[in-house]
């Protein structure tokens, strides 16, 4: 009885220690890049709202309220903040055309700049699990962090995105280059809540087609 009690107090360590190296954050969302030519998500929704930026002025919004498309009546409100709106004449967006939305620059490295957040609610009665983006000129330092009452969730970089490609070859990779930088659109899926995106950079992050919504089905794309 003694040596089976033993035992079961080994297994119990051992499994606590499995579970100190499980990766939380792989646990609490699945990303995927969509294929090289997609501008949007592939998966499926329940609702699912897009934020184009194309009815903004280029200039910086300290706060703008999107419902995402959908109208005053749809089920979708997000409050970004330190929102920088550019046109594609001054850098890039989708398809290089229309507005796109830039995260504001560093100043210098001893004096930055407030991160753009955006905080969401839904009047559904299915919560918000989906979050996607597509993303433009990946640069060092970029970065998505997630999070559900002020409380970090998920956080993905350019390093975890060219990891990715990297992982099905060159010539993988190379589909999404654009002058030497990646381009894509990506799919974050959450079995986890999540009330707020905050988006960090270095120097100056470039997004567009911010997508918000209940996935039902996941899209395609590499993990």
């Given at each position: 009885?003694?040596?089976?009690?033993i035992?079961?107090?080994?297994?119990?360590?051992?499994?606590?220690?499995?579970?100190?190296?499980?990766?939380?954050?792989?646990?609490?969302?699945?990303?995927?890049i969509?294929?090289?030519w997609?501008?949007?998500?592939?998966?499926?929704?329940?609702?699912?709202?897009?934020?184009?930026?194309?009815s903004?002025?280029?200039?910086?919004?300290?706060?703008?309220?999107?419902?995402?498309?959908?109208?005053?009546?749809?089920?979708?409100?997000?409050?970004?903040?330190?929102?920088?709106?550019?046109?594609?004449?001054?850098?890039?967006?989708?398809?290089?055309?229309?507005?796109?939305?830039?995260?504001?620059?560093?100043?210098?490295?001893?004096?930055p700049?407030?991160?753009?957040?955006?905080?969401?609610?839904?009047?559904?009665?299915?919560?918000?699990?989906?979050?996607?983006?597509?993303?433009?000129?990946?640069?060092?330092?970029?970065?998505?962090?997630?999070?559900?009452?002020?409380?970090?969730?998920?956080?993905f970089?350019?390093?975890?995105?060219?990891?990715?490609?990297?992982?099905?070859?060159?010539e993988?990779?190379?589909?999404?280059?654009?002058?030497?930088?990646?381009?894509?659109?990506?799919?974050?899926?959450?079995?986890?809540?999540?009330?707020?995106?905050?988006?960090?950079?270095?120097?100056?992050?470039?997004?567009?087609?911010?997508?918000?919504?209940?996935?039902?089905h996941?899209?395609?794309?590499?993990?």
């Amino acid at each position: 009885m003694a040596s089976q009690r033993i035992c079961l107090f080994a297994f119990l360590a051992a499994v606590e220690i499995l579970i100190g190296l499980v990766n939380v954050d792989a646990l609490n969302a699945t990303v995927l890049i969509e294929p090289a030519w997609r501008r949007e998500s592939s998966a499926k929704f329940g609702y699912v709202g897009i934020e184009r930026f194309d009815s903004l002025a280029a200039q910086r919004h300290p706060r703008y309220v999107s419902r995402f498309g959908l109208g005053s009546s749809g089920p979708i409100t997000g409050t970004y903040s330190n929102l920088v709106i550019e046109s594609v004449s001054h850098y890039e967006g989708v398809d290089r055309c229309g507005m796109y939305a830039t995260i504001p620059h560093i100043r210098s490295s001893s004096t930055p700049l407030a991160p753009c957040t955006l905080r969401l609610r839904s009047t559904s009665s299915t919560l918000i699990n989906f979050f996607g983006f597509y993303w433009t000129v990946m640069k060092p330092h970029d970065a998505v962090t997630f999070y559900n009452n002020g409380v970090e969730v998920f956080k993905f970089t350019e390093r975890n995105a060219t990891n990715i490609l990297q992982d099905y070859g060159t010539e993988e990779l190379e589909k999404y280059l654009i002058e030497g930088k990646v381009w894509c659109f990506i799919s974050f899926y959450f079995n986890i809540r999540f009330d707020r995106v905050k988006f960090e950079q270095h120097s100056r992050m470039e997004t567009d087609n911010h997508m918000v919504g209940h996935f039902t089905h996941r899209g395609e794309g590499f993990s």
